[in-house]
């Protein structure tokens, strides 16, 4: 073999070399295995070579866009547990790739923003647009870059079964999915996001398998492993017999995403399901296997969606850590949703709805730090107030909070369009980082729902599942009320959830993004915000303070103060002793709002109802 051209050396799955491609792939349960071959209309049969628990071969030319399997012990041919491509689906055969035939356009200018810079857009490959793949995603990264947005989060993209779906069922972890477009696809659109100035951090699920499409165990039983479980059955085994070759599966997974595809980080699903007793956890294996692979100023991102609200996460390495940048902090969004609607089924069982408790956590960072959570009914969470605000993620919207609610329905249509402006400067100008959920910004009306596209056995038994999941709640103890959940496994459960691109452009839609775009600017230039992400805890004071459904978040950094002040109720003179001058608020015209405005009196502000303002503290 000549020298390899790519900066990184993969050792598993197919890799092309000038001369040829070789193929190695770990296979310790079969007693024969064979590479089956189909390149220009033909079949041929390659015997590999054993190497312990591994089997390789190197086929001089052979390279990119050939067609191969495995057959073992007599049995297939199988797709490789590492194929970068699977054109005809999980079920057929894998595709070679040659990762150096893309001519990327804007890599050498391409610098990513700081963490501190964050502001992250999560959307879904599939429902984005009305096309529906990476390419069609392409046109909308100019209208995110003018939004102000500097990240676009992918969901998976991993390939799954079937034509839709949300992508947590990904079986074929290093191959994009084809019906987005591809591997070609997502590296188009990766180089056309950094040529618009957006970074890509894609969702990865190192928790479990999909249930359709693993084709893992037929060749080792020891990915999986029933020492633990998770809410969908066997572990993955990182920590028992055969865990290292898994560890090295799951590493090399991570790395090839960053050199193959140049995404910029990694929002890993699930977190708290990923379990290992090992001396070193997977996720600190991976975080430090990650940052030693790039250079020091393309370090990528690393953020865990997690309920733990442990601290851990945050710590770096060196302190026994995992060394994440962030984690996602549902509290927030809990506290919101239930102080405008006052549910308080399911986990919102935990929050009491008021400002009071909302302020709170936005003061802390986490509100459960140790104590009981009612709705587990255990301790959950420990302080971390000692972390940089912008470690914690806060949404008022994201896949899960409306895409596991039965109707999928948004917080946008279940609260007046005052309060939701008013959530929204508190999500956008606070020091945490925020993370909004495709649409959100325009007030989209479209639901994201919860969609499948199994085959009929396994559809059945999923349409069934996900209606027993809302028996327990008031609205749909009636088993007709829940016939009328939309079944995932209809086509018109997915063509609803894509997004209306019209509603971004007129009405309230149109005004509600222009806010959106007015505050991202203010949180990207004005000097107190930025100098509160930056600095560490300790060189940004935060202070929340409420009055009945009124928070003032007072935030003192770089020498400067400001203001951040929600009414979430009736029109109100809130005390405060400093002079202030408005900036920013959701009453003015061109938002769509009713030309009532805040107004500073001697040792108070005066606050309409149901408004929001920015506003500066003078000296």
Same mark, same amino acid.
Request: hydrophobic share 40%; net charge negative.
């Given at each position: 073999?000549?020298?390899?051209?790519?900066?990184?050396?993969?050792?598993?799955?197919?890799?092309?070399?000038?001369?040829?491609?070789?193929?190695?792939?770990?296979?310790?349960?079969?007693?024969?295995?064979?590479?089956?071959?189909?390149?220009?209309?033909?079949?041929?049969?390659?015997?590999?070579?054993?190497?312990?628990?591994?089997?390789?071969?190197?086929?001089?030319?052979?390279?990119?866009?050939?067609?191969?399997?495995?057959?073992?012990?007599?049995?297939?041919?199988?797709?490789?547990?590492?194929?970068?491509?699977?054109?005809?689906?999980?079920?057929?055969?894998?595709?070679?790739?040659? =990762?150096?035939?893309?001519?990327?356009?804007?890599?050498?200018?391409?610098?990513?923003?700081?963490?501190?810079?964050?502001?992250?857009?999560?959307?879904?490959?599939?429902?984005?647009?009305?096309?529906?793949?990476?390419?069609?995603?392409?046109?909308?990264? =100019?209208?995110?870059?003018?939004?102000?947005?500097?990240?676009?989060?992918?969901?998976?993209?991993?390939?799954?079964?079937?034509?839709?779906?949300?992508?947590?069922?990904?079986?074929?972890?290093?191959?994009?999915?084809?019906?987005?477009?591809?591997?070609?696809?997502?590296?188009?659109?990766?180089?056309?996001?950094?040529?618009?100035?957006?970074?890509?951090?894609?969702?990865?699920?190192?928790?479990?398998?999909?249930?359709?499409?693993?084709?893992?165990?037929?060749?080792?039983?020891?990915?999986?492993?029933?020492?633990?479980?998770?809410?969908?059955?066997?572990?993955?085994?990182?920590?028992?017999?055969?865990?290292?070759?898994?560890?090295?599966?799951?590493?090399?997974?991570?790395?090839?995403?960053?050199?193959?595809?140049?995404?910029?980080?990694?929002?890993?699903?699930?977190?708290?399901?990923?379990?290992?007793?090992?001396?070193?956890?997977?996720?600190?294996?991976?975080?430090?296997?990650?940052?030693?692979?790039?250079?020091?100023?393309?370090?990528?991102?690393?953020?865990?969606?997690?309920?733990?609200?442990?601290?851990?996460?945050?710590?770096?390495?060196?302190?026994?850590?995992?060394?994440?940048?962030?984690?996602?902090?549902?509290?927030?969004?809990?506290?919101?949703?239930?102080?405008?609607?006052?549910?308080?089924?399911?986990?919102?069982?935990?929050?009491?709805?008021?400002?009071?408790?909302?302020?709170?956590?936005?003061?802390?960072?986490?509100?459960?730090?140790?104590?009981?959570? =009612?709705?587990?009914?255990?301790?959950?969470?420990?302080?971390?107030?000692?972390?940089?605000?912008?470690?914690?993620?806060?949404?008022?919207?994201?896949?899960?909070?409306?895409?596991?609610?039965?109707?999928?329905?948004?917080?946008?249509?279940?609260?007046?369009?005052?309060?939701?402006?008013?959530?929204?400067?508190?999500?956008?100008?606070?020091?945490?980082?925020?993370?909004?959920?495709?649409?959100?910004?325009?007030?989209?009306?479209?639901?994201?729902?919860?969609?499948?596209?199994?085959?009929?056995?396994?559809?059945?038994?999923?349409?069934?599942?996900?209606?027993?999941?809302?028996?327990?709640?008031?609205?749909?103890?009636?088993?007709?009320?829940?016939?009328?959940?939309?079944?995932?496994?209809?086509?018109?459960?997915?063509?609803?959830?894509?997004?209306?691109?019209?509603?971004?452009?007129?009405?309230?839609?149109?005004?509600?993004?222009?806010?959106?775009?007015?505050?991202?600017?203010?949180?990207?230039?004005?000097?107190?915000?930025?100098?509160?992400?930056?600095?560490?805890?300790?060189?940004?004071?935060?202070?929340?303070?409420?009055?009945?459904?009124?928070?003032?978040?007072?935030?003192?950094?770089?020498?400067?103060?400001?203001?951040?002040?929600?009414?979430?109720?009736?029109?109100?003179?809130?005390?405060?002793?400093?002079?202030?001058?408005?900036?920013?608020?959701?009453?003015?015209?061109?938002?769509?709002?009713?030309?009532?405005?805040?107004?500073?009196?001697?040792?108070?502000?005066?606050?309409?109802?149901?408004?929001?303002?920015?506003?500066?503290?003078?000296?």
């Amino acid at each position: 073999m000549t020298p390899s051209p790519l900066p990184w050396q993969p050792t598993l799955g197919a890799i092309v070399w000038p001369d040829g491609t070789a193929f190695r792939v770990w296979a310790p349960r079969p007693a024969t295995v064979e590479l089956v071959l189909r390149d220009g209309g033909g079949e041929r049969v390659v015997r590999p070579r054993r190497e312990g628990e591994y089997w390789t071969a190197f086929v001089a030319g052979v390279g990119d866009g050939a067609r191969y399997g495995y057959r073992l012990d007599g049995a297939g041919p199988f797709p490789d547990p590492c194929s970068r491509a699977q054109p005809d689906g999980v079920h057929g055969l894998s595709e070679v790739v040659d =990762p150096g035939r893309f001519q990327w356009r804007h890599d050498a200018d391409w610098c990513p923003p700081a963490a501190a810079d964050l502001a992250i857009y999560e959307c879904h490959v599939g429902t984005l647009t009305p096309g529906g793949t990476f390419d069609a995603a392409i046109h909308q990264l =100019p209208r995110l870059r003018d939004l102000g947005v500097t990240a676009v989060e992918l969901m998976p993209v991993a390939a799954f079964a079937g034509s839709w779906g949300w992508g947590y069922d990904g079986v074929a972890l290093f191959a994009p999915a084809a019906t987005y477009g591809g591997p070609a696809g997502l590296r188009r659109f990766v180089d056309a996001a950094h040529g618009a100035g957006l970074a890509v951090i894609l969702d990865v699920v190192d928790n479990h398998f999909g249930p359709a499409g693993n084709y893992t165990g037929r060749y080792s039983e020891r990915y999986l492993t029933d020492r633990h479980a998770t809410p969908w059955g066997a572990a993955i085994n990182f920590d028992g017999p055969g865990s290292a070759e898994v560890r090295r599966f799951y590493a090399e997974n991570l790395l090839h995403w960053l050199h193959e595809y140049h995404v910029d980080g990694f929002r890993f699903d699930a977190t708290h399901a990923i379990h290992d007793d090992s001396p070193v956890h997977i996720l600190a294996e991976l975080a430090a296997a990650a940052r030693a692979s790039a250079p020091a100023d393309r370090a990528p991102y690393l953020i865990a969606e997690t309920h733990e609200n442990d601290p851990r996460y945050l710590r770096p390495l060196d302190e026994g850590g995992f060394g994440f940048d962030a984690v996602w902090a549902d509290d927030f969004h809990h506290g919101v949703r239930t102080l405008l609607t006052g549910e308080r089924e399911g986990y919102f069982a935990s929050y009491d709805g008021t400002a009071a408790q909302l302020a709170q956590t936005i003061a802390q960072g986490f509100l459960y730090e140790g104590q009981a959570d =009612p709705a587990l009914g255990e301790p959950r969470g420990a302080p971390a107030r000692d972390r940089p605000w912008r470690q914690f993620v806060y949404c008022i919207q994201n896949h899960d909070q409306v895409g596991n609610r039965a109707l999928g329905d948004r917080l946008n249509l279940a609260v007046s369009r005052a309060d939701y402006l008013a959530a929204s400067f508190l999500l956008l100008l606070l020091p945490q980082t925020p993370l909004l959920f495709q649409g959100q910004e325009f007030l989209a009306t479209t639901p994201f729902l919860y969609f499948t596209d199994h085959e009929p056995d396994l559809g059945r038994q999923v349409t069934a599942g996900r209606r027993r999941e809302f028996a327990g709640f008031a609205a749909f103890r009636d088993p007709a009320l829940r016939e009328r959940i939309p079944d995932p496994q209809a086509p018109a459960t997915f063509l609803r959830s894509k997004l209306r691109p019209d509603e971004a452009v007129w009405g309230h839609g149109r005004a509600c993004a222009d806010l959106y775009a007015a505050l991202l600017r203010l949180r990207a230039e004005d000097p107190v915000l930025r100098a509160a992400r930056a600095a560490p805890r300790a060189g940004a004071r935060l202070r929340a303070e409420t009055l009945g459904r009124v928070l003032l978040v007072e935030i003192a950094a770089g020498g400067g103060r400001r203001v951040i002040a929600a009414n979430f109720g009736e029109a109100i003179e809130v005390p405060y002793a400093r002079a202030l001058t408005p900036l920013v608020h959701t009453g003015e015209p061109r938002f769509g709002g009713d030309a009532q405005a805040p107004r500073a009196l001697p040792g108070a502000l005066a606050l309409p109802a149901h408004h929001a303002a920015f506003l500066r503290v003078e000296s």
